[in-house]
């Protein structure tokens, strides 16, 4: 069986844009009384638009026709 190759290129947000996303969603829920609910609610929020913006890009010459 033949060796398969892939290039794997991965983006992912740093620590400046995911503590600038969650000031933002802070600004966003402010007056909403924090308990156990709203703060997993926040917690799953900021998960979901942290994972909004990871990219990853697989490519390999077969498929790419490079």
């Known amino acids: 069986m033949a060796n398969l190759t ?21 600004r966003e829920m402010h007056g909403t009384p924090l308990n156990a609910k709203t703060a ?14 990871v990219q990853i ?3 390999h010459p077969a498929i790419n026709g490079k």
């Open 6 to 26: 892939v290039s794997i290129k991965t983006s992912i947000p740093d620590e400046e844009k995911v503590l600038e996303l969650a000031s933002q969603l802070e």
């Open 40 to 53: 997993l609610e926040f917690v799953g929020e900021l998960k979901r638009r942290v994972f909004e913006l």
């Open 57 to 59: 890009e697989v490519s």
